[in-house]
């Protein structure tokens, strides 16, 4: 029983990364119709990005907000000079796009701040309290950040007007460029917001796994499989999805191991926790095609 | 001109050592590869890639030979070093390996790296019978000159060492219960088969849990926490750097303290255990064969002294922490060695004869103690390894230098 | 907000004429290429290496045309199509391991296992539109790998180490290098492959495939089987890229999961795209951009700074993604399509002399 606790534990975690990632997707694909493939290395430039202002001596906070709005500016910068000029593109165009940027930043990256794993530094105290026989206070803090982070996005999509106009302007361009929307400039400032989460999804990432130009590689399919389940158009979606698949993989290990260990019949173990959770995900997209909390779309003939 | 003279002489002060070792030598032999003014030497590594940290192997290895070529090469000849990008994916190293072979035509292929990726031109290479010496790889299936004679590898096996452990463990903890975490693939499996054998027959029940876990596993922190849970009081930690460094974070905060034994894949400073915390690491024992350069016990020996103005010059860049820079400083200089012996006589098989017949060489960064001693039936060049503890910011050896047994 | 797949960009399918100067184009070169082993095998100009080149750039383009018959003739995003890949490879790899079963029999009884799984799949694949079934395949390429590592599958996936095959020497004495001659089988299929996907795609059931990318509701409206088609196309699809991953078992002797990551399925629809979506000397095209582009980027590179001395280092993998971009703009229907615009304004020029 404590073991499950703390399995638990330490999926909500994981599931905390997870949801940051799929977090950043969401907001691309909600303000572009597209599955940014290389947000996971976006996000990981971000991190050296903060990591060498860090090195500088000017502190964590600091270093992470320069960190954002750099970031802001590159994502603003990307869509406007890479990805505009072909929105009229077919999808199978932009993700060969995407996946180039994908090997530019890898690969720049591994040129610039070499391939060697990197500590990062915790903004966290590292302090006792209730529970933290379970979970680790930056963890803790990576679930809270996450959860304030998508109650910000809730506040500034549902109450603010440029919220607003950025809701227009992904689910209704032509209306809303006749409201006087400027359009474009909704969709660039999605990236920009979106590379500035990725800035912040690294930063929580990085103490755990280590700053490496791979570090995002196994967490962006994990951030897809979160963004799949809640729905990719939803972003409290993303966020439970990111939950769901972190405590998910955790208790498939935990139960295969506990069968292996009582009866020694060996079914699931660690290895086979990611096609499982996998499965399980496609299944409930085939009950609910769109996600557990995504919207149902309509189509015009 | 003068070049000439030097060449001449260094040749002639070759050729005099060569000659009083095996008098037969003194005529010129080629292989494709080998010529009077070059050697050259293939080589992949995983530049790219989710296994990217090694790439700097390759780096130095390249360094190194730059270095060779400035002081006049080899016996006279320049050491053309071609390495290729296998992004640690084995049909692609097929590939670049039958270029190296086929299109490049390299004398022998040097330090390729990975256990899948050899495991891939194992049959090939041996079919060319092309050289495929000191592979960056220990698993136990290199040093099997019966079945495959031109396959050699360099550093302790996975399997040797994990057997050291595991009788360690035996002789020195009072019922043991152990747990392992593992990396999935052929090079988890060669320590963990090793393991076991070490333990015996009858002891195999004293693992209680062994868990994995895959590459692209973002953390292994439900592992950690399974194994906590299983009671075990003894952790043989088989992963790779970064993964080391995860796990002995998460075990310090989890407040788990095992005896924790870690393979030697992982035995360095600047990319696990100053990563993963210094306090958590302190008392970690694991097997070693070469010296940790930022060790301060190490700081006036000659050979690190050697290989610090060796990366002031060749790679000034370089984050002198990470161990991949020395691994590749000690391996690159076992094949000058081999290449040196092999004299005028630049053939496959001759390569292959003398690699064979090391005897007793200290290759630079060896612990002292342990030499590289080989022969027509022991493909095995290093084979000696010393228990070390993690202490502050260095090891603590102990014991014995332990050769392998299981051979 | 609907989803709908690479509608701009490729051109209507032109059935050219019996004799057609492009049709005789083809089987001759066809013929050159079959004959390539024989011409030059009194010459050895061509090595043994570049034949293992040539059957890889023929693999990856039957790969990147079963890609194409999904992605680009039908219109179903697949990002998983390294799963098919892989199972494909097993199949034959664990029947020329533990059965007497001849590698000529291996590649079609991987192609019909491949078929079999790719029009299961396809039965969920109809519930999930764009993006969504992008993501499942995705998943799906994911999973592979890791079941093929599953332990009590072991006994026949060799688990980790993989399995070593014996690569078939050229039949009746003939004077052909192993890999020669599979460089001949590989064309084979190659060719057979091709005509098959021609003769489908200017079917009825081609039109129908097309029908439904371009607007599935109106395709339905008009009574095709929209559901029957999809699944089997996907099946057909897996088929092809089943065999392609059975052919590369056999030239490569060596199958591991490792070799089947997701960077693999990723390449092929790279490759289907810079080589041209719905056009089959695109799929080709992407077979070559595949094997040549991606595996020596490195190399290509290396051999760039060696020759024109640059002061800065490149690196490969960032040329290689701005080359991936800069493609997109500059030829936004594939290479395929690409050429195929120039040469239409270059005839068109040519027609009209005077301006």
Known sequence: MEQLLQQVAAGLANGAIYALVALALVMIYSATDHLNFAQGEMAMFSTYITWAFYQTGMGYWPSLVLAMLVSFLGGLVIERVVLRPLHKAPVLSIVVVFIGLLAIFHSMAGAIWTHTIKPFPSPFPNIAFVGSGYIGPHQVGMIVV???????????????????????????????????????????????????????????????????????????????????VGGIGSPGGAVFGGFIVGVLENLIAYFGNLLDQTTGIYIIGNGEKLPIALIMLITVLILKPSGLFGRVTVKRV | MTRIDRRTTIAGAIAATVVLATPALAQKKYDPGASDTEIKVGNTNPYSGNASAYGNIGRTIEAVFKMVNDNGGINGRKINFITYDDGYSPPKTVEMVRKLVEEDKVLLLFNTLGTPTNTAIHKYMNAKKVPQLLVATGASKWGNPKKFPWTMGWQPDYATEAAIYAKHILSTVKNPKIGILMQNDDYGKDYYNGFMKGLGKANEKLVVLRSTYEV??????????????????????????????????????????????????????????????????????????????????????????????????????????????????????????????????????????????????????????IKITTSATDFYPIQAVRLARVKGTGFELFGDVLASESK | MAIETSKAGHAPLSVPSRLSPTRVLIWCLVLLAALLPVLTHMTGIISNFYYLQLSLMLVFSIAVLG????????????????????????????????????????????????????????????????????????????????????????????????????????????????????????????????????????????????????????????????????MTVFGISALYTGIAGALHAIIFEFIAPDSFRLELSISLLVGAVIGGVASLPGAVIGGVFVQVIEKYADALTKAISNSVHLPIELEPWTIYGIALIALVYLMPTGIAGGIGSLWRSMTRLRGTPSG
């Open chain 1, 146 to 228: 996450s959860l304030v982070l998508l109650s910000l996005l809730f506040v500034f999509f549902r109450f603010t007007s440029l919220g607003l106009a950025m809701r227009a302007a992904a689910q209704n361009p032509v209306s809303a460029r006749l409201a006087g929307v400027p359009v474009d400039w909704m969709l660039a400032l999605g990236w920009g917001m979106a590379a500035a989460i990725g800035a912040v999804a690294g930063a929580m990432v990085a103490p755990v796994v280590y700053l490496e130009p791979n570090m995002m590689a196994g967490i962006l399919l994990y951030g897809f499989a979160g963004a799949l």
């Open chain 2, 216 to 369: 692209t596993d973002p953390t292994v922190d439900s592992q950690m926490i399974a194994l906590k849970n299983s009671g075990a009081n003894v952790f043989f930690n088989i992963t790779t750097p970064k993964f080391a460094a995860q796990s002995i974070k998460k075990a310090a905060e989890i407040g788990w303290k095992p005896i924790h034994y870690l393979n030697n894949v992982s035995s360095s400073f600047g990319s696990v255990f100053k990563p993963a915390g210094l306090e958590a690491s302190q008392g970690i024992i694991l097997a070693l064969y070469r010296k940790d350069v930022n060790d301060p016990q190490w700081k006036d020996a000659a050979d690190v002294k050697a290989w610090r103005a060796f990366m002031a010059k060749y790679m000034p860049s370089a984050n002198l922490n990470e161990d991949t820079h020395n691994y590749g400083y000690s391996v690159a200089h076992t094949l000058i060695e081999v290449l040196k012996k092999c004299g005028n006589d630049l053939t496959r098989a001759n390569v292959m004869k003398q690699a064979a017949s090391l005897k007793g060489f200290e290759a630079p960064l060896l612990l002292p103690g």
């Open chain 3, 67 to 230: 890609l194409n018959l999904l992605t680009g003739f039908n219109g179903q995003i697949s990002l998983g199509h390294g799963a098919f890949f892989a199972i494909g490879a097993y199949t034959a790899g664990i029947l020329l391991d533990q059965t007497s079963v001849p590698y000529w029999a291996a590649v079609p009884a991987a192609g019909l296992v491949c078929f079999c799984i790719g029009y299961l799949f396809g039965y969920p694949a109809l519930r999930l539109e764009g993006h969504y079934l992008a993501l499942a395949t995705f998943a799906l390429a994911i999973a592979v790998p890791q079941i093929l590592k599953y332990r009590h599958l072991e006994d026949f996936t060799g688990g980790v180490q993989g399995i070593n095959l014996i690569k078939p020497e050229a039949p009746f004495g003939l004077p052909l290098s192993p890999d020669q001659w599979m460089y001949l089988v590989v064309l084979l299929v190659a060719v057979l492959m091709f005509w098959l996907a021609r003769n489908l795609v200017h079917s009825r059931v081609g039109r129908a495939m097309m029908a439904i990318r371009d607007h599935s509701m109106a395709a339905d409206t008009m009574g095709i089987d929209s559901a029957r088609i999809k």
